[in-house]
């Protein structure tokens, strides 16, 4: 199973003023760094933990139905299932009606019943779902220990500009790693 973005999020889940105010600056000299250091950290954040925080597109990308009639969504949490198609041997697309899939939003979960759906019959590839995920439009639906976080991890880098752009990498605090580490999803 492959993940793809379609659309990244529209907004951060931390505004620059939010930064700024959390750095002690006044200025503008920085903001273009800043931001950058904004979208470095909800980047980590998300590939550490397998969670889109602010709404996103993203389609799943896979080769056969799975046999237990389950397909756990990630990047998670589903917000819900947009599209759904299957391809045949050459390369026609049969679209399949969203109302196929039961989405469990609170597992990031889509249930199906496997034989009720068209099989695709393409070698690699052969169904594709677009997906909508994360945990809301506006940054204050992300949980406030993630986006602490990423302020965190924004200060660090901010404070340490000369390792984050020399060949040294500066190791992530521990603290912005415990504030995270609870929301990750793991592989079962």
Not at 50 to 59: I, M, N, P
Not at 99 to 110: K, N, R, Y
Not at 170 to 175: I, K, L, W
């Amino acid at each position: 199973m492959a993940s793809i973005l379609l659309t990244p999020p529209a907004a951060e889940p931390l505004s620059l003023a939010e930064a700024k105010a959390f750095l002690r600056l006044e200025t503008a000299d920085d903001d273009p760094l800043i931001a950058a250091f904004i979208s470095a950290a909800r980047l980590h954040v998300e590939t550490q933990t397998g969670l889109a925080l602010v709404t996103q597109s993203w389609r799943i990308v896979l080769d056969c139905w799975p046999a237990n009639g389950r397909i756990a969504v990630r990047p998670a949490p589903l917000q819900m299932l947009t599209a759904a198609r299957v391809f045949d041997f050459d390369g026609e697309i049969r679209t399949i009606d969203a109302q196929a899939f039961v989405p469990d939003l609170s597992t990031s979960t889509l249930s199906f019943i496997p034989w009720a759906l068209p099989m695709p019959t393409r070698i690699s590839a052969g169904i594709e779902l677009d997906i909508a995920v994360g945990f809301g439009d506006v940054a204050s639906n992300v949980p406030e220990p993630i986006r602490q976080a990423i302020r965190i991890l924004v200060a660090h880098w901010h404070e340490n500009r000369a390792i984050v752009a020399g060949a040294e990498v500066a190791p992530v605090p521990a603290n912005a790693a415990a504030l995270i580490a609870p929301y990750r999803m793991l592989p079962l």
